[in-house]
């Protein structure tokens, strides 16, 4: 968890020192500007980290529950599930979860090489997060790796919502074989 406050307060910091420097800089002489600015940063940037961060622990923990499994703190989540169904069957079922249950939209899908690219619903190309199920044979059973992770590559905060999308996964699959 700390290592999500250190990058919150270390990007937050960088951009808020480097917008306002830019916009400062040619008001004011260029050791004041800078020794003003980067005080306004580091208290702007551990504001946010701060607020972010204990948002993303809360949404986090809620999303988690009773039996963590994993770094549920990382925003980028992967979980691996041995589905006892053969590949072709698992592929489908899998699919159908992604395309059907979840309404991801489906990037990719390549039955050949087991990978299943998708994403959640968003209003605007940088929210969301991106879905990727990679499948492998072992034996008569299917290993799945489970993967979501932002679709803003410089996300650190999302609240629980990849924590989420692995987990309902793993919800469904299990309920699923069992029926």
């Known amino acids: 968890m700390l290592k999500v406050y250190f990058k919150l307060f270390f990007w937050v910091t960088l951009f808020f020192f480097l917008g306002t420097l830019a916009a400062n800089l040619n008001m004011a002489e260029g050791l004041d500007s800078i020794l003003g600015e980067s005080v306004t940063a580091v208290f702007f940037g551990l504001l946010a980290a701060v607020l972010l961060g204990l948002r993303h622990a809360r949404g986090a923990r809620k999303t988690a529950g009773e039996k963590p499994e994993g770094d549920i703190y990382a925003v980028d989540q992967i979980r691996q599930i041995r589905l006892p169904l053969p590949y072709d069957r698992a592929f489908h079922v899998v699919s159908h979860y992604l395309k059907e249950v979840a309404r991801f939209r489906i990037l990719g899908a390549d039955p050949i090489a087991g990978v299943i690219d998708a994403r959640t619903p968003s209003m605007f190309a940088v929210t969301g997060s991106s879905v990727t199920a990679r499948l492998t044979r072992d034996g ?29 996964a793993q919800k469904y699959l299990a309920d699923a074989l069992h029926r």
Request: proline letters at 7%; hydrophobic letters at 40%.
């Open 140 to 168: 008569e059973e299917t290993m799945l790796t489970f993967r979501s992770r932002p679709a803003a590559p410089l996300s650190f905060v999302d609240g629980g919502a990849n924590l989420k999308i692995v987990t309902d």
